[in-house]
């Protein structure tokens, strides 16, 4: 995802609620400037909003699902235009040290994060993939048709090759987490061979999903999101008292952003298939910011999340991937079981089946093209900021 291939392709439909906070913070801004209050009132009401977006993304019923992944970059996005606000109406105070070692910090942990961005933007496509092999269990068992052998032997090659691709991706995206019995097994479980032809087809496939990795994956293969985020984190301390009062307290936004970039990449990384998705950065913030107790909040439901038996090998954390692999895993044991012709028990429950896997390619075909616009989006408005901050701040301006 070059930075020069920026274009607006954000439909406004996908942005609504970002647009709708956006208005509010410009509005609030101005409310504050013409109150007088000035820089103080400035800072806290960003304080006041981060704690508002982060309790508002706590509170969401669908957690870890696509929509609250989307709406969770909608929240990036929405603290990171007010942040920009500020840094633009105290240009004045950003200038002078040692806010500008502050703010070109700032923008250096940001660079770090538009790798993450690309290898998400991958792990979106993988997501793309599987639905794909998905369609084609649907079209095999389709409603309207009889459901015979033939239909269901396509519907199964389908389903080891999905199989096959969530086993490969899982052992790059967890290479650092251990090993990944659990979805070994249930991958020899799909395949279950019964003849050399089985065996060729499943070595094909894997040979046909390297491939499509080497052609597709922005990130080399040595490339590590635990790595580049324990890089973003690293040396993300709190402000100390005398940084805040040279700073005319801008310090404290600036550490505010820094940890909103940081557990928002975090999270992504949680949350959709990427290369060494290690999740120990630590988050250590003070309770005394009023922001601190949802995000710690968030990131300790992600990790109890991620120590769920059924999820501790999953290759994302996201609803749907989970749910992708027990609908692929009950038809495969459904197809493992029927006897043809089909008793009109077990059709009905075939029927079923397919119902629910067709629940899940909805929500896919719905979410996914959006997700990654705003995976794009994030990514080139980081490009932009930092572009733009150092020129401001007379540095070499950042070239991809």
Known sequence: MPATDYQNSSSPSSFTHFGRSLLSLRRDHQVHSMEGGGLENELESFQRQVTEILLDLSSCDDFLSLSWVSKLLDSFLCCHENFRLILHNQAGHVFRSPTDRMVSDYFERSVKALDVCNAIRDGIEQIRQWQKLLEIVLCALDHERSIGEAQFRRAKKALIDL????????????????????????NRSFGRSRDNHHHHHHQQNRNNVSHFRSLSWSVSRTWSAA????????????????????????????????????FTMWALVAAIPCQDRGLQVHFSIPRQFSWAAPMLSLHERIIEESKKRERKNACGLMKEIHQIEKCARVMNELADSVHFPLTEKKEEEVRQRVKELSEVCEVLRDGLDPLERQVREVFHRIVRSRTEGLDSLGRPNFAE
């Open 227 to 262: 790595r580049q985020l324990q890089a973003i984190g690293n040396n993300l301390n709190p402000p100390r008292g005398n940084d805040l009062a040279a700073s005319y307290g801008l310090a404290q936004p600036i550490y505010t952003m820094n940890s909103i970039l940081l």
């Open 163 to 186: 199989a096959i691709g969530m086993l490969d991706d899982n052992k790059d995206s967890n290479s650092s987490n251990g090993s990944s019995s659990s979805l070994a097994h249930r």
